[in-house]
């Protein structure tokens, strides 16, 4: 595994967005993104500054299972992570997985964004992590997505922290709740909170690779070597098959010099596993929180479905 460098503040921080165009900043969101790309050597270049290539459609599944788990984790907020897991989850049943997506942070925005309140449920994974009482089927909701499942939370989990300390093998608690599920699903999605807490030890134990979503922004770089320590010290300690399987950079805004400067970074940092999909900042996104719908559904000819659809593809192929 490489080694991860402490990252350094790029010295210019970039320059304003640009004027917004008549119709306000909305109509400029709603209108098509310019793509942002470069010619070199022959080659279309992508955001991240890397030939783009060209990843053809994942060939169908004969059966669904053993699912491989994927952690959505960066211990910073809105970063994008509820986004992306509803998002990945939406594009990758569209390629005929099956998905589950757990909701594993006490704000229970993953469930709100699949159109579930979490205030009204009953039951949700923190029952199923703490009463054994509780199997994980009967936490489970079919969702309007066809092909995606979700196990919602709300703000009981928060109590899990402190009552999983005094418990033995805590960190393996979500683990055993997802077990029984494993070879039903194709993909397991866990929604992090954003902390390096109990909750966030416990997805990464259980996962078998970890997605890293990254705003286009210096502060979020500043958090990226503490996260790969916390990743290392899980593979040392608890998970050694755990595994990053890419970081995934967002709300890019190819109209800002800050933008490209911190994704410049981020390449030069840790390279390859970088996704050549790149989520670009659109105000589809928050239309999608209130539908309670994925992007893929909203607007699915939208520059973000687009975009989630081809991180899919990536996702699958790695």
Not at 10 to 33: D, I, L, S
């Given at each position: 595994?490489?080694?991860?460098?402490?990252?350094?503040?790029?010295?210019?921080?970039?320059?304003?967005?640009?004027?917004?165009?008549?119709?306000?900043?909305?109509?400029?969101?709603?209108?098509?993104?310019?793509?942002?790309?470069?010619?070199?050597?022959?080659?279309?270049?992508?955001?991240?500054?890397?030939?783009?290539?060209?990843?053809?459609?994942?060939?169908?599944?004969?059966?669904?299972?053993?699912?491989?788990?994927?952690?959505m984790c960066n211990?910073?907020?809105?970063?994008?992570?509820?986004?992306?897991?509803?998002?990945?989850?939406?594009?990758?049943?569209?390629?005929?997985?099956?998905?589950?997506?757990?909701?594993?942070?006490?704000?229970?925005?993953?469930?709100?964004?699949?159109?579930?309140?979490?205030?009204?449920?009953?039951?949700?994974?923190?029952?199923?992590?703490?009463?054994?009482?509780?199997?994980?089927?009967?936490?489970?909701?079919?969702?309007?997505?066809?092909?995606?499942?979700?196990?919602?939370?709300?703000?009981?989990?928060?109590?899990?922290?402190?009552?999983?300390?005094?418990?033995?093998?805590?960190?393996?608690?979500?683990?055993?709740?997802?077990?029984?599920?494993?070879?039903?699903?194709?993909?397991?999605?866990v929604d992090?909170?954003?902390?390096?807490?109990?909750?966030?030890?416990?997805?990464?134990?259980?996962?078998?690779?970890?997605?890293?979503?990254?705003?286009?922004?210096?502060?979020?770089?500043?958090?990226?070597?503490?996260?790969?320590?916390?990743?290392?010290?899980?593979?040392?300690?608890?998970?050694?098959?755990?595994?990053?399987?890419?970081?995934?950079?967002?709300?890019?805004?190819?109209?800002?010099?800050?933008?490209?400067?911190?994704?410049?970074?981020?390449?030069?940092?840790?390279?390859?596993?970088?996704?050549?999909?790149?989520?670009?900042?659109?105000?589809?996104?928050?239309?999608?929180?209130?539908?309670?719908?994925?992007?893929?559904?909203?607007?699915?000819?939208?520059?973000?479905?687009?975009?989630?659809?081809?991180?899919?593809?990536?996702?699958?192929?790695?």
């Amino acid at each position: 595994m490489s080694t991860f460098q402490p990252l350094q503040a790029p010295e210019v921080f970039g320059e304003a967005p640009a004027a917004a165009p008549p119709g306000g900043a909305k109509a400029a969101e709603e209108r098509p993104e310019r793509v942002d790309t470069e010619q070199r050597n022959g080659s279309v270049l992508g955001p991240t500054g890397r030939p783009l290539r060209e990843i053809p459609e994942p060939p169908p599944v004969e059966r669904h299972g053993p699912a491989q788990v994927l952690a959505m984790c960066n211990q910073k907020g809105g970063v994008g992570k509820t986004t992306s897991t509803i998002n990945l989850g939406a594009s990758l049943a569209e390629y005929g997985r099956k998905v589950l997506l757990v909701d594993f942070d006490p704000q229970g925005a993953l469930s709100v964004g699949l159109g579930v309140q979490p205030h009204e449920l009953d039951q949700t994974i923190y029952n199923a992590i703490m009463e054994n009482s509780v199997k994980v089927q009967d936490v489970l909701h079919h969702t309007a997505i066809d092909g995606v499942d979700l196990l919602p939370s709300n703000i009981d989990l928060s109590a899990a922290e402190v009552q999983l300390v005094a418990e033995v093998g805590r960190e393996h608690s979500l683990m055993r709740v997802l077990r029984p599920l494993l070879g039903e699903y194709d993909y397991v999605l866990v929604d992090c909170q954003p902390s390096l807490g109990l909750l966030t030890v416990n997805a990464l134990t259980a996962a078998d690779g970890v997605i890293i979503p990254l705003e286009c922004e210096f502060f979020s770089l500043r958090g990226v070597a503490l996260l790969m320590d916390t990743i290392e010290k899980v593979r040392e300690r608890l998970n050694p098959s755990l595994d990053i399987v890419g970081i995934l950079a967002t709300m890019y805004d190819p109209r800002t010099l800050h933008s490209k400067e911190v994704m410049a970074r981020v390449v030069e940092a840790f390279g390859e596993i970088v996704f050549d999909t790149v989520i670009n900042r659109t105000v589809r996104f928050p239309e999608t929180t209130v539908a309670g719908e994925p992007i893929t559904k909203w607007a699915p000819k939208s520059n973000g479905a687009v975009a989630y659809r081809q991180l899919a593809r990536e996702v699958i192929r790695r």
